[in-house]
Structures are given as structure tokens and as C-alpha cells.
């Protein structure tokens, strides 16, 4: 094997930090060193060269290469890393938490024509390419009957960047549904606010009676799958604005409404509320990009507060998914799954009717939720587990652990075939 000069580098220096060379000890001349190792001449000069940058030895005139005096530490001892390959032992994964192969074959191609165009090596505004922030009012207008203007959409990695907006409301605390999800909780911790929680009745989330700012699935309450009334919607609203609190709506798979039609979100009805969504759980989740849009009292707050940041997401990304938004892909892409969902939950309810298994069947929520009063849920869940099967409750989602039995059964990633393999292993579980 040939010497290189980086492998003459690493031989001196483990030499002088053990001691092996003491201080001031000259070095052998580069001639009669390349001479001795049968390497080229430049190949020790350029070791020589490197030791001497990084302050391991020191020159003098006409006289050669010295050891230094000031070194005067040890090397951390090399440790032995093992790396243990985890078997994966779930082959179902009934969660909500899964995800779904995204279109890569058009992404590509998009991604490919763009690439063509040097628009992408340009630094995007921190509130997000303006193209695209077209592109989702479009959408929304469209597919959503949201208004709003492209100016009052904030193009970001993920929820994780709502503490920014949070940050501007001057609140100290932060209301979250129970059952919910509670991820936004460790992001107050860290903001220092104080987490209150409030539970959940068939309208939607309960009207508190603090200033706070509410943390609101409103579309499909996660995990429930409660549509919020219209009724409770204004109740919020006023509340909202008597005590000049502030609410997040979270839009969480409104994409895919099973049936019925459009739903008014509470952004439209309220100048107090932080419109959220994301492209993640419908494209793929290793894309990570978010939005979220700003009624008028708060745009201008945040952008005097934020406009020197930079955005979070590559500029090639968000063109990307502006390009497969208006070309059209993204409403066909909607439009398939949905179909599959359909197909997938139409399997489910044929199979749980079969075996007289309780459900709930009128939840607009791309889940099933499954009656388990008289199953121990613990036993349930680790036998399941021990069979392959990755199952949620209700209860997995409630601080208080005091919900209703009730199994959640996600169904989304899986196809038909494991899909009934994976629901009649359930059945007799639930049978004994």
C-alpha cells in the first residue's frame, strides 16, 4: 500500500503526543526522510507543511524541523461504537402516525424541469416564495372555500415554527384538547408557558373561560374525529374576541372529507385566529413543508418581529410543490387517495359488520373507531404487538387517561391485503 502524506501526518502526530518525540527533538531532513520511506519528495513536504499549520512542530532557519514545546494534551481513548441492527417486528401498523409512499415518479420530473431553470439558486423571501404562497390560496379558495391573500401566507418547516407566532400574542399560557395531540405541549414548555387542558364533547373543544390561546383540530378533532358544530364555532368566536384570545386551527386531514361538503373553518368567521396545515401528511413526510396564514392584525406584527430571518425551507423544495400544485397533480393526487381510503374503509366496515364488532361509523376521520368496554386495553395492545400489530386507543391521547375504551384503528398506509390480514388478527383478539 502507498504512503501518503496525511498517513506520515497521523505517524507524527500520534508520536509526539505520546512523548515518543519530546519537545525540541529535530526531525529527520525531507530528503533523507522520503529517501527512508521511498516516497516522492513533495509527498513529505506536504506532511511537513500540514504538521506545521497545525502547530506540532516549528522551523529553523537553515536548520531544519522541530518538535513543539507546547503540546501538552492527550487523545480522548478510541471507542469501540457497536452497532446493533433493530429488527422490526411490526409487519401492521394500524397508527394515524404512518405514512403513505409519496408520487416520486412526477416529483421527479418536476424537480428535473426546474433544475433547467436557474430560478432555484435564488434566496427565497422569508415568508416563502410568493409563487407558491399563490398557488395555496388558489387551492384553498378553490378546494376549501378559504379567502385570503397570498401576503398573509408564511411558508415554514413545521409546527415547530408556530413558537414564532406565539411569541407575538403575549400570552402566558396555552389551551390544548384532551384527548388531542399533544405535541405542541413540550413546545410551550420550552416557551415557558402554562399548559391548560380542555376537554372535548360532541360540539368540539369546550369554551374556556381565561384569555389563552387554543390549540384547535377543528375540521377532524385528532383523535375523536368530532366535526366542530357551527354552533360552537361562533361560541369560540365571541369568546375570542371579548377576551382578545387567539386560537390555532389546525386543518388536520381536512384534505380527505370521506363525505359531506366543505366545511367553514373558524379563520373565516374570526380576525382572532392562526390558520395551520401542511403538505407533509398528504405528500410524504420527509418533505417538511408547512404554512400558515395570519389575519391582518397579526401580518404586520410578524413580519417587524421576523422579516430579517431567512426561510426554513430550500427554495428548489417549495418550487417543487408550487409546479405540482398548478399543474394539477396535487388535487389528483387528493382525489385518488380518497378513493383508496374509501375502498379501504369499505373493506373494514364489511368485516367488522361480519363479526358484530361496536364502531363508530359517522366520524368524518380517516380512522375507525372501535368499541373495547369490556377488553382489558393494556393486554390488548401487547398481545397485538406480540402478533406484528401496532395499535392505538383513545387513551393513549388523554392526559387524564379517563376516556372511553375505544381502539383507533388507522388505516391509511396499509393495502387491502394487509389490511384484512392485519383486521382479523384484531377480531380474535378482541373475540377471547
Do not use: W
Not at 435564488?122 to 395555496?136: C, H, M, P, V, W
Not at 402566558?172 to 384532551?178: G, H, P, R, S
Not at 380576525?271 to 395570519?294: A, K
Request: proline fraction near 3%; glycine fraction near 4%.
Amino acid at each position: 500500500m502507498s504512503i501518503l502524506y496525511k498517513d506520515i501526518y497521523d505517524d507524527f502526530v500520534n508520536k509526539i503526543i505520546t512523548k515518543e518525540l519530546k519537545p525540541n527533538t529535530k526531525l529527520p531532513s525531507k530528503r533523507a526522510l522520503a529517501l527512508d520511506l521511498n516516497v516522492s519528495l513533495s509527498t513529505v513536504v506536504n506532511a511537513y507543511l500540514l504538521l506545521l499549520d497545525e502547530g506540532f512542530i516549528y522551523s529553523k532557519y537553515k536548520s531544519g524541523y522541530y518538535v513543539s514545546n507546547n503540546i501538552d494534551f492527550e487523545l480522548k481513548p478510541t471507542e469501540h461504537i457497536k452497532i446493533e441492527k433493530k429488527e422490526n417486528k411490526i409487519k401492521y401498523d394500524f397508527t394515524t402516525r404512518n405514512t403513505i409512499n409519496p408520487p416520486s415518479t412526477t416529483l421527479i420530473k418536476i424537480a428535473k424541469n426546474i433544475l433547467l431553470d436557474n430560478s432555484y439558486l435564488n434566496k427565497t423571501e422569508f415568508q416563502g416564495d410568493y409563487s407558491l404562497r399563490i398557488a395555496i390560496a388558489e387551492h384553498l379558495s378553490l378546494n376549501r372555500g378559504i379567502k385570503v391573500s397570498p401576503d398573509n401566507i408564511f411558508i415554514t418547516s413545521g409546527i415547530e415554527t408556530l413558537r414564532n407566532v406565539i411569541r407575538i400574542l403575549d400570552i402566558n399560557n396555552i389551551t390544548l384538547e384532551n384527548p388531542g395531540y399533544h405535541k405542541l405541549a413540550k413546545m410551550a414548555n420550552n416557551l415557558g408557558l402554562k399548559i391548560n387542558y380542555q376537554d372535548i364533547d360532541e360540539s368540539g373543544i369546550k369554551v374556556p373561560n381565561y384569555r389563552t390561546i387554543i390549540y384547535s383540530t377543528t375540521f377532524n378533532q385528532f383523535p375523536t374525529g368530532i366535526k366542530m358544530s357551527l354552533e360552537r364555532k361562533n361560541e369560540l368566536a365571541k369568546f375570542l374576541k371579548d377576551t382578545n384570545s387567539y386560537l390555532i386551527e389546525d386543518d388536520f386531514d381536512a384534505e380527505f372529507r370521506i363525505k359531506g361538503s366543505k366545511t367553514i373553518p373558524l379563520f373565516s368567521i374570526c380576525d382572532n385566529v392562526i390558520f395551520s396545515s401542511t403538505f407533509s401528511e398528504i405528500l410524504y413526510s420527509g418533505l417538511r413543508i408547512s404554512y400558515f396564514i395570519l389575519p391582518n392584525k397579526l401580518k404586520d406584527i410578524y413580519i417587524k418581529h421576523y422579516d430579517s430571518y431567512s426561510t426554513t425551507v430550500p427554495t428548489l423544495e417549495q418550487l417543487i410543490l408550487r409546479d405540482y400544485i398548478n399543474d394539477g397533480y396535487y388535487a389528483k393526487l387528493i382525489n385518488k387517495r380518497k378513493n383508496d381510503f374509501i375502498k379501504k374503509r369499505n373493506l373494514i366496515l364489511e368485516i367488522l359488520d361480519k363479526n358484530n364488532i361496536k364502531y363508530d361509523k359517522n366520524k368524518n376521520y380517516l380512522s375507525m373507531l372501535i368499541n373495547i368496554d369490556n377488553v382489558d386495553e393494556i393486554k390488548l395492545k401487547n398481545n397485538l404487538k406480540e402478533k406484528g400489530i401496532l395499535i392505538e386507543t383513545i387513551n393513549d391521547y388523554d392526559i387524564n387517561k379517563k376516556s372511553k375504551k375505544i381502539l383507533i384503528l388507522g388505516y391509511t398506509a396499509l393495502n387491502m391485503i394487509d389490511l384484512e390480514k392485519g383486521l382479523n388478527i384484531i377480531i380474535e383478539e378482541l373475540k377471547k
